[in-house]
């Protein structure tokens, strides 16, 4: 059985990024494996140790991405791919890129986050499965192997719903699912003697990227007069509501 995790690497959510000539500039930010991502290795590495078989981690990115690679392969995968490609690509150009490689590993199952960091995107998980022709299940918290099927929990906004799907197939994943491990320092020193095979990319961007912009906050810099903690409360309310608009 081989059970395979597509990742990508993502700058840090506590980086600071700035913009360089229309374009973010990530030379001095934290990168990491994308914490979506993550319970998505701690699957596949949970079901090889259950049932068996090869954890894989499929990463997509530029040459840095080895480096999240490396940690999915110190959390305990046994091997990883690098699809490499340099620049911007889209969700289902991604999807096209990764076809090929998954179709030789032919995966009992692929796992990937449900929502990618960078991208603020639910679409390549959807794309993976359309591209290699095999069922989606998103947002998935519990997964059980069942013979050449699979029954999955799905969350809804208020709910959840239990699914059986034939496999292969392709489940997103979230926080619920499992709780990741932390790579261990003997982990962290076999990590760096698994195999990462290279493979160049090979493909067509649907989308063009023009620029990019990065929100700027500006700080109110309003204090409240905490002699009257019913009216400061009040105004505190009245703030959120009208000028920071977050409730």
Sequence with gaps: MKFVAVIRQVPDGESRLKIQEGRVDLSGATLILDQMDEYAVEEAIRLKEKHG?????????PERTEEAIRTALAMGCDRGVHVVYE???DPVAVAEALVGVLKEEAPTLVLTGGQQADWDSQALGGALAE?????????TTALELEGET?????????????VRVKL???????????????????????????EIRKVQASLTPKVTLLSEEIQEKSRLGKILDG?????????LVRLLHEEAKVI
């Design 131 to 139: 591209a290699l022709g095999v069922p989606v299940v998103a947002w």
């Design 53 to 61: 078989g090869e954890a894989i981690v499929v990463g997509f990115g």
């Design 168 to 194: 292969p197939a392709v489940f997103t994943t979230q926080q619920g699912l499992n709780e990741p491990r932390y790579p261990t320092l003997p982990g962290i020193m076999k990590a760096k003697k698994k």
């Design 87 to 89: 620049g911007f690509a």
């Design 150 to 162: 699979a029954k999955a929990k799905h969350d809804l906004d208020e709910g959840a719903e239990w």
């Design 227 to 235: 002699k009257d903690p019913v009216a400061a409360a009040e105004e």
